[in-house]
């Protein structure tokens, strides 16, 4: 960052992976001093209700309300340096996840999104741990089964008699990651995508992955091999850094909330990825696309 | 393939994009009911888009033949699965515009059909209209960057027209643009002696008329596969399986190896289920490799080395050297 800058960052996610619980615990860090963030608040400008409204929600450990399915709110913040006199001007659109589901299930965007993409200059892609679908085989299953139950095995060469109707296909089902990386092709089909675009994919809910020890670019690897395989191949087009980022610091509904609710909001906030100083600065990421 | 907008829809006079200039913006904008623009289907691509695709860069075009239920069409979608679990012998995933089309395939051997045994869906025959699936790889060993397949996915019932007739074999042009061609052989069909021979005749008769109908290069690259094959390593009269495949690939080799100089056997089960030891794309991987690393193209790219002049120059010992390495002398 230099002077002051102007970005265009987009907010890419299916239904429930976390875009807007990013949202609310920015809001909140870039404004506190309990846990300096290297980004803050340069000053308040205009109607905030948005950003406050999902900020109170997040201070009161509640779900982060889900943008309506059929609206588009446009957030703008212009933030600056903690330490330094440079200025970055941040606007992305907090699209429903439901937008992105419908580019990949009717295979449309919305015409206001299109022109947030012509103006799109970095992105952080959000996969929630607990939403993936994965590419279930049949035979794996039955595999799995039969390193259990021998007789499962021998069962599986027989085939039955009677064979009830299969579920017919439905699209909105197939695996995220094939999903995600329609939305990625989508995004480099554009004419005015700007490569290398610079993504930063946020795992979100972290506290739930973070036991097993795994880092976020190793989890994507396990987790999402086709989407990693994609992006490990194009790099011309995709510049990535991943981070594993748990906004809400925990479970909601895991019981006892004491220990939540003993920190102090910032330091809920808990980060890990590529070049993280600050264990709970959430502005991290927005920093490594504004680089 | 581009986005395109539907012609029908207006756009919004103002919407409430954030500018790129100096005017300060509000923390948050109102809110709008969005319009719409249409995305590319994903679905199969047909004659018109593959040559599309064909014309803006260089594509390999792998031409899948065989008799309906052979197994075609699973051999792709094993291809696909493979990917969608890691990388394949070092390829990596680097993009697909048939997605939703893949999807589509793979679903009856996929938990959510509630199927107790995978499937296949049948391809329709819809007359010499083939209809194309796409995989674009990366491959650390190739000296492309990446590259892009076509694969066709046809009905049986347009090679049982094409084998027929040499005229409707013509029909078929995007033959010609092969730069793989694979007849499969149905082991389902060879472990049982009534219909065994009938299978191998029809998949020679195919070929026959692809090669007297100019219908199939010389150069293009042909493989005659054994589909299924876990059928055999399933079968108990393992001798007389084997006595039968020899027979099958003499007989092939005296038929066509003067008119094809790039002709070879393979053995694949893409999705086994008759012998458990052999695992989901068996033999598939191999068959990725041979797409990559042979082609037509990349062919004509192997330049004979020069005729050794005896010189002693540092050029022409650095030559020699590096020809004998690459086994070019």
Redesign the interface.
Same mark, same amino acid.
Request: charge should be negative; aromatic fraction near 2%.
């Given at each position: 960052m230099n002077g002051s800058t102007s970005h265009n960052f987009l907010l890419i996610g299916l239904p429930g992976t976390g875009k807007t619980s990013f949202l609310a615990a920015l809001w909140y860090a870039i404004q506190q001093k309990q846990s300096p963030s290297a980004l803050v608040l340069k000053k308040l400008d205009g109607d905030s209700g948005y950003l406050d409204k999902i900020r109170g929600a997040w201070l009161a450990y509640e779900v982060v309300g889900r943008n309506p399915t059929d609206s588009e709110t446009f957030v703008s913040m212009r933030l600056k340096s903690r330490t330094g006199n440079d200025e970055a001007h941040l606007t992305f659109p907090d699209v429903s996840g439901e937008s992105f589901k419908q580019q990949w299930v009717s295979r449309q965007l919305t015409t206001s999104y299109d022109k947030c993409l012509s103006s799109a200059n970095g992105g952080i892609l959000f996969i929630h741990p607990e939403s993936i679908t994965l590419p279930l085989r049949i035979a794996e299953v039955d595999d799995l089964a039969a390193l259990i139950d021998e007789e499962v095995a021998e069962e599986m060469l027989v085939p039955s008699a009677v064979k009830p109707p299969s579920t017919p296909w439905d699209i909105e089902k197939a695996p995220t990651q094939v999903q995600l990386v329609d939305l990625l092709q989508f995004m480099m089909r554009h004419e005015h995508f700007q490569a290398p675009f610079r993504l930063a994919i946020v795992i979100s809910a972290w506290d739930l992955v973070a036991p097993s020890e795994i880092s976020p670019d190793d989890w994507i690897a396990q987790q999402l091999p086709l989407l990693n395989q994609f992006l490990a191949s194009n790099p011309i087009k995709f510049e990535v850094a991943f981070y594993g980022v748990s906004a809400q610091g925990g479970k909601y509904d895991a019981g006892d909330m004491t220990p939540l609710q003993n920190k102090l909001p910032a330091t809920r906030i808990e980060i890990v990825g590529q070049g993280v100083k600050n264990a709970h600065d959430i502005t991290e990421p927005l920093l490594w696309l504004m680089r | 393939?581009?986005?395109t907008?539907s012609p029908d829809?207006k756009?919004?006079d103002q *919407? #409430?994009?954030?500018p790129?200039?100096a005017t300060?913006?509000?923390?948050?904008?109102a809110?709008?009911? =969005? !319009?719409?623009?249409?995305?590319?289907?994903?679905t199969e691509l047909d004659e018109s888009q593959a040559q599309t695709m064909a014309s803006g860069r260089p594509v390999r075009l792998i031409v899948i033949a065989g008799a309906v239920d052979c197994g075609k069409t699973t051999l792709l979608t094993s291809l696909y699965?493979l990917?969608?679990?890691?990388?394949v012998r070092g390829s990596?995933?680097?993009?697909?515009?048939t *997605? #939703?089309a893949f999807?589509?395939r793979?679903?009856?051997?996929?938990?959510?059909?509630?199927?107790?045994? =995978? !499937?296949t869906p049948r391809t329709a025959y819809d007359g010499p209209h083939p209809q194309y699936l796409h995989v674009k790889?990366?491959d650390q060993t190739a000296a492309a960057s990446?590259i892009d397949f076509l694969f066709t996915d046809v009905s049986g019932e347009m090679f049982e027209h094409a084998r027929s007739s040499t005229d409707e074999c013509k029909k078929l042009t995007f033959l010609r643009r092969a730069s793989h061609f694979l007849v499969f052989l149905d082991c389902e069909k060879a472990v049982q002696p009534l219909k065994r021979w009938g299978m191998v005749q029809e998949a020679k008769s195919l070929l026959q008329s692809c090669l007297d109908s100019d219908m199939v290069e010389s150069k293009c690259f042909v493989t005659v596969v054994w589909a299924k094959c876990d059928y055999f390593e399933a079968a108990k009269d393992k001798s007389s399986i084997n006595e039968f495949i020899r027979n099958v690939e003499e007989d092939f080799k005296a038929s066509f190896c003067d008119r094809i100089p790039n002709f070879k056997f393979h053995r694949t089960a893409a999705?086994p289920?008759?012998f458990?030891n052999l695992k989901?794309g068996y033999g598939v991987k191999e068959l990725l490799g041979d797409w990559i690393v042979n082609w037509p193209q990349g062919q004509n790219m192997r330049l004979a080395p020069p005729v050794d002049n005896g010189g002693q120059r540092e050029s022409e010992l650095f030559a020699k050297r590096h020809n004998a390495q690459s086994g070019n002398l």
């Open positions: - | 393939m581009p986005i907008t829809i756009t919004p *919407l #409430p994009v954030p790129s200039g300060a913006p509000p923390q948050s904008v809110i709008v009911v =969005p !319009e719409l623009i249409t995305l590319p289907a994903g699965e990917f969608q679990s890691g990388t990596q995933f680097a993009g697909c515009d *997605l #939703p999807e589509r793979c679903h009856l051997s996929r938990v959510d059909s509630e199927n107790e045994e =995978p !499937e790889v990366q990446h999705r289920t008759r458990p989901m």
